[in-house]
């Protein structure tokens, strides 16, 4: 599941994004449509599936646990479903590539199975930390060995009953949510989690797609163990977190009008629109609709000047993922921007404080990392050579900076673009990026 570190971007300077772009299908919910339907009885046909590595892995995990799932066209996946009860061992170690969603959330689905099982990762997947979903896992009966850092690899031991806990997650993470929702599935009685504050819902919002009762009250949702789920068509929508780079990119590029379309704009995913429209992007949306349980819109955005803002810490967990993006935003605004209750960015595919303020200090800008956030002052952009960290954001955020900057930019490690967003290159072109890859 490695992907080469060879490939470079290069970005020139100038252009602006116009016209219609459909990004690549929403990662959360395709990794959770191939784990639901593999549980599911019957046939779960997706649409609108992303194929990327990290989708990919969790695809492909669930053929090594005798799942059979075909790819039937592009974005289209049919899964047969084999029940709650009907995976099987699997003849190796399940390398999940890239992905800590599949890590996290395979950690809980498959914790309380009959058969013992193993998750690898690559190198960063091998860094993040695990005992946030190990920790209570273990405290519904699972035993699962990990690193003494508490890293992957993960063995998961067969056989553990699990029974059913009230916990409360320390940090906001939708993963860890999921991954104790999953092993309630196969726990006796009721697993509850209560969450510090909203993160994404899709978990929830497919479970009961498929006739599962999950229970909401407040900040806390449970479910209980014994049920089965039923096959259900999904339709995944374009992914927020793929089209906040093109939102960024058309708000700091003089000239830009671009419309992103069918994208979900799920609640609790929509932190990037608020925090642009904070700044004062001009963003409106389109023929707002809701698509197999997901709302959906097309999203507008025109260029208009940014300026700085301290961005509200209720907006972070609803934008964990787009920070990257929005760091570029700040750099390119008005004055200064202010990030705090941030240091989940830290663990991310790469330390995202970091190596952004790295890149952006690189390219003259002043930024100025914290503890749990980071603060930016706009300026003027030169150019440079920057290191992505085999972070597909943080590679993808940096092309953007052609729209702002003054000379040209080379971003080095990029070939992992492809876990979450394979054709970028060729469609940031088609908008009006001047980017091209080089091996
Ligand atoms: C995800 C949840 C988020 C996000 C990740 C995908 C998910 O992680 O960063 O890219 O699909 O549940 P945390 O929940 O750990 O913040």
Redesign the pocket.
Same mark, same amino acid.
Request: glycine letters at 4%; a positive charge.
């Given at each position: 599941m490695t992907s080469s570190p060879a490939l470079t971007y290069h970005v020139t300077p100038g252009g602006a994004l116009r016209g219609h772009v459909r990004v690549p299908g929403d990662? &959360?919910i395709s990794?959770r449509a191939i784990m639901l339907g593999s549980i599911a009885q019957g046939v779960t046909e997706v649409s609108g599936f992303l194929e990327g590595e990290d989708c990919l892995a969790t695809l492909a995990a669930f053929r090594a646990l005798g799942v059979r799932i075909e790819q039937t066209g592009p974005g289209k996946v049919v899964i047969h479903g084999v029940g709650l009860h009907g995976l099987k061992a699997p003849a190796a170690p399940l390398d999940l590539g890239n992905s800590?969603?599949s890590m996290?959330l395979l950690a809980g689905l498959l914790c309380g199975q009959p058969f013992d099982v193993t998750l690898t990762g690559d190198a960063s997947l091998s860094r993040r930390p695990m005992k946030r979903v190990t920790g209570p896992l273990a405290r519904m009966g699972a035993h699962i060995e990990a690193t003494p850092q508490g890293t992957a690899p993960l063995a998961l031991l067969g056989g553990q009953p699990l029974s059913g806990i009230d916990y409360t997650l320390p940090v906001? &993470?939708?993963?860890?949510k999921?991954a104790l929702l999953l092993a309630g599935l196969y726990a006796h009685g009721r697993s509850c989690v209560t969450e510090p504050a909203p993160?994404?819902d899709?978990t929830e919002r497919m479970l009961r797609g498929f006739g599962c009762a999950v229970e909401q009250n407040g900040a806390t949702v449970c479910v209980t163990g014994g049920g089965e789920l039923r096959a259900t068509p999904i339709a995944v929508p374009a992914d927020i977190s793929s089209a906040a780079f093109f939102m960024v990119g058309a708000s700091i590029a003089a000239g830009s009008d671009v419309t992103l379309d069918h994208v979900g704009i799920n609640p609790t995913r929509i932190g990037v629109i608020n925090i642009l429209r904070l700044m004062g992007a001009d963003i409106t949306l389109h023929n707002e609709r809701a698509v197999g349980g997901e709302p959906v819109a097309d999203i507008r955005v025109r260029a208009r000047r940014l300026h700085g803002i301290r961005i509200p810490e209720d907006q972070v967990?609803l934008a964990?993922?787009e920070f990257p993006a929005l760091f570029i935003a700040a750099a390119c605004a008005e004055g200064e921007t202010v990030l705090t209750g941030a240091h989940?960015l830290r663990v991310?595919e790469s330390d995202r404080i970091q190596v952004m303020a790295d890149g952006l200090a690189r390219m003259g800008i002043a930024a100025r990392p914290t503890a749990d956030g980071i603060v930016i002052q706009g300026g003027v952009l030169g150019g440079g050579e920057i290191d992505s960290h085999g972070d597909h954001r943080i590679a993808m955020a940096f092309a953007m900076v052609a729209l702002c900057a003054r000379d040209a930019v080379t971003i080095n490690d990029c070939a992992n673009v492809n876990t979450s967003f394979p054709g970028f290159v060729e469609l940031a072109r088609g908008a009006g990026l001047q980017v091209a890859s080089s091996k």
């Open positions: 990662k &959360s990794h800590g969603t996290r906001a &993470s939708a993963q860890v999921s993160t994404r899709h967990p964990i993922d989940e991310k």
